[in-house]
């Protein structure tokens, strides 16, 4: 795996770490970044990465490797904080979204014993569990239109509603289960031009006397109906999205690993995870497109001259 995706890491990172600078530092935040992509590729600790010793199999390094103190320090400033979003925002802008939005999150579990006091207890993969959460908005494309990493107990709902506010000025259908039948995700979504479609919990009860979002009395009316039906269904997407997330050696594990805890650290564990995860889908989509291309080159007809030989 590093092998294949490491060049193509540094590549990016140094690509786009050219256009932030900053005086007065020993490690630019390229340097910073690289390092715990490194960790994070390997599954190691940043402690890993800052030993020079553990960068033998590769020349592509950094001239000078920091600190553990450092790359702690550095992370939770804003010039590496700003270039995590530029190569977000340049993996992403690989293609056009879809039209079709998913909306779903990820638990990400602790040991229950764990003591890490940014971590909450909540709603897990069927258990409950304690630890935190990814919640994500994919589009077809190989990073998250947007995403957020929480504590476990932290509402889906509520959540949600903030990730719509990065997604003004798109449009189309939002897909989601029925954790996400709110009106206030519902008048959200609609907000930002989509309009959801989640099954309501509990089918069989009434509307009420209380306020209902026009956009959720239109989901309820469109599930109803084959168009809305089908769209819905293009819904196991989102579980594709996140298996291929955890599927390969690199990828988001199903639980968090032993060294990473507190919110500050799981945050940039998750965003090194998504982005090696989009590299290798980049990767593998580039390799797809030449192996078509040379099996086009076989397949296609014989010169004239050739044939008359």
Not at 63 to 73: A, E, F
Request: positive net charge; charged residues 25%.
């Amino acid at each position: 795996m590093e092998r294949e995706l490491w060049p193509r890491l540094y590549r990016l990172v140094l690509d786009v770490g050219n256009d932030v600078r900053v005086k007065y530092v020993s490690f630019q935040p390229h340097a910073i970044l690289l390092v715990l992509l490194w960790a994070t590729l390997h599954d190691r600790p940043r402690s890993w990465a800052c030993d020079p010793a553990n960068w033998s199999t590769t020349p592509l390094r950094p001239l000078r490797i920091p600190s553990g103190s450092t790359l702690s320090r550095r992370l939770r400033r804003l010039p590496e904080a700003l270039l995590m979003r530029m190569l977000a925002e340049r993996v992403r802008a690989v293609g056009d979204p879809s039209l079709i939005h998913v909306l779903d999150g990820k638990p990400l579990p602790i040991g229950g014993a764990g003591t890490d006091p940014d971590a909450r207890c909540g709603r897990g993969a069927g258990m409950r569990a304690k630890g935190y959460k990814v919640h994500a908005v994919w589009a077809g494309r190989p990073f998250p239109e947007t995403y957020r990493v929480e504590p476990l107990n932290v509402n889906e709902c509520k959540v949600s509603e903030h990730m719509m506010l990065d997604l003004i000025g798109s449009g189309g259908y939002m897909l989601a289960d029925g954790e996400y039948d709110s009106n206030g995700v519902f008048d959200a979504a609609g907000a930002a031009g989509f309009q959801l479609l989640a099954p309501r919990e509990d089918p069989g009860a009434g509307l009420g006397h209380h306020y209902q979002s026009q956009y959720r009395l239109r989901s309820i009316e469109l599930l109803g109906t084959p168009f809305g039906r089908e769209v819905y269904a293009m819904r196991g997407r989102i579980e594709r999205s996140f298996g291929n997330l955890c599927a390969f050696g690199g990828g988001l594990p199903g639980a968090l690993p032993a060294w990473v805890r507190r919110s500050h650290r799981v945050a940039p564990y998750v965003w090194a995870k998504l982005l090696i995860n989009a590299v290798r889908i980049l990767e593998k989509q580039r390799l797809t497109a030449k192996m078509q291309k040379v099996r086009g080159r076989r397949d296609a007809p014989a010169p004239d001259s050739f044939r008359a030989a």
